[in-house]
């Protein structure tokens, strides 16, 4: 079942002196509970699709649905609770000054009880392997803790759509590793996942759809396995 709908989406940038169009006539589903690798090279737009998707641009031309609804009719709090993103650069996301502050935010300004939040950040914590620095301040994590805190934000508000943008560029085999079977678990648990990578090896261990992108326009959209091994 889909839970996003692009249809024949086309996004061109104000001040693109070149006239052809980032995004052209793309047209494309994500379905609920898969793991969808979003692939294509440096500047296919990839990037560019995630903000459409939080509204932090709009599509020029076509319709993007979040569960059967075009995205104008949700409001950005009820987008907000629902779409979770880890940019590719995840401390510019970060607001507090420590590990365990940045995972209550949220639940505090949800009004959830001092007991509540504490038990959710112990347990959070203890998912994505942060309990050791949980006084440490965001900013001074590692890049793979950085990356774990982000999808922990994720987890405590309970969002459904996990967007991460090339999350395991620059990161090192250990770090990799445990990311990606914190996202696996994660599917497995019913969350929906949308990463964003060039690394074909990710992709063929991990996901379970696949749309690759070349030049805004969508190349392929389906069976990962099929694609890798298509002559
Ligand atoms: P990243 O690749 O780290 O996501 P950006 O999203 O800032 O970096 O930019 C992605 C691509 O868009 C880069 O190739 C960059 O040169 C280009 N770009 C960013 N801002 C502009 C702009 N204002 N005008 C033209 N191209 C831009
Ligand atoms: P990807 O994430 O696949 O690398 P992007 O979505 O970042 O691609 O960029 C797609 C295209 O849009 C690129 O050609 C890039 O140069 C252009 N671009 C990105 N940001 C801007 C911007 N702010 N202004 C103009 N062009 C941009």
Redesign the pocket.
């Known amino acids: 079942k889909p839970i996003i709908e692009m249809q024949n989406v086309s996004y061109a940038?104000d001040?693109?002196t070149n006239a052809s169009s980032v995004l052209s006539e793309l047209t494309f589903h994500i379905h609920q509970g898969e793991f969808t690798v979003l692939a294509g090279a440096?500047?296919a737009g990839k990037?560019?699709i995630a903000q459409l998707f939080l509204r932090a641009k709009k599509p020029s031309t076509g319709i993007i649905k979040w569960k059967d609804h075009p995205l104008p009719s949700w409001s950005d709090h009820q987008l907000m609770a629902q779409i979770g993103l880890v940019?590719?650069?995840p401390e510019s996301q970060f607001i507090t000054e420590r590990v365990d502050e940045e995972l209550s935010y949220g639940p505090r300004q949800m009004g959830w009880s001092e007991d509540k939040r504490s038990s959710h950040v112990d347990q959070l914590l203890d998912i994505v392997n942060l309990s050791h620095v949980r006084d440490h301040n965001p900013f001074s994590l590692s890049q793979g803790q950085k990356r774990r805190l982000s999808v922990a934000t994720m987890l405590i508000n309970d969002q459904e759509l996990l967007i991460l943008?090339?999350p395991t560029f620059g990161q090192d085999a250990e770090n990799t590793e445990e990311l990606m079977n914190l996202l696996k678990s994660l599917q497995q648990q019913g969350k929906t996942i949308l990463m964003i990578t060039h690394d074909m090896g990710l992709v063929e261990q991990f996901a379970t759809h696949m749309i690759v992108l070349h030049e805004g326009r969508c190349a392929y959209e389906g069976n990962p396995i099929s694609f890798l091994h298509s002559p």
Request: proline share 0%; no cysteine; aromatic share 8%.
């Open positions: 940038y001040n693109n440096n500047g990037s560019t940019m590719q650069n943008d090339e």
